[in-house]
């Protein structure tokens, strides 16, 4: 039986993205930016970075949108605490809905009895006669 080392790889075997800090970002964009001042700098750049044309873009929309200031933004929708008056707002539209449709049933009931009134021929009772 021999005994075979075996030797480590160098490559990993599971890949991994690779992660640049902010630093690395803008330094890489101040270098894009004196290079796109000659024929085929930029390209150069990103042969030599192992970067793609789109990593410089993004990177360009953060650096303008600020996020590469010292808390950068959370990517994400924006977490606003709901409002407490929201729900009381809701809760009291409901009621307004609900009180117009029984206000609505009311008048279409009396308009209902006012026809049968008036087809058998009872007369009916005003407010005037109501009240004492």
């Given at each position: 039986m021999?005994?075979?080392?075996v030797?480590?790889?160098e490559?990993?075997s599971k ?5 640049f800090?902010?630093a690395e970002?803008?330094?890489?964009l101040?270098?894009a930016d004196?290079?796109?001042q ?7 750049l990103?042969?030599?970075?192992g970067l793609?044309?789109?990593h410089?873009t ?9 996020q ?6 959370k990517r994400?929708?924006?977490a606003?605490p709901?409002d407490p008056?929201d729900?009381?707002i ?10 117009e449709?029984r206000?609505?049933?009311y ?8 026809k049968v009134?008036e ?5 009916l009772e005003?407010e ?5």
């Amino acid at each position: 039986m021999t005994n075979l080392m075996v030797k480590p790889t160098e490559v990993s075997s599971k890949a991994r993205r690779r992660r640049f800090t902010t630093a690395e970002k803008i330094r890489i964009l101040r270098e894009a930016d004196v290079a796109a001042q000659e024929a085929g700098g930029v390209s150069a750049l990103l042969r030599r970075e192992g970067l793609y044309s789109s990593h410089l873009t993004s990177w360009r929309k953060q650096r303008d949108a600020g996020q590469f200031g010292k808390t950068p933004k959370k990517r994400g929708p924006v977490a606003v605490p709901p409002d407490p008056r929201d729900k009381q707002i809701t809760e009291l539209e409901r009621r307004l809905r609900k009180a117009e449709a029984r206000g609505d049933r009311y008048e279409r009931l009396c308009e209902l009895q006012k026809k049968v009134s008036e087809l058998f021929g009872i007369p009916l009772e005003t407010e005037s006669e109501t009240k004492p």
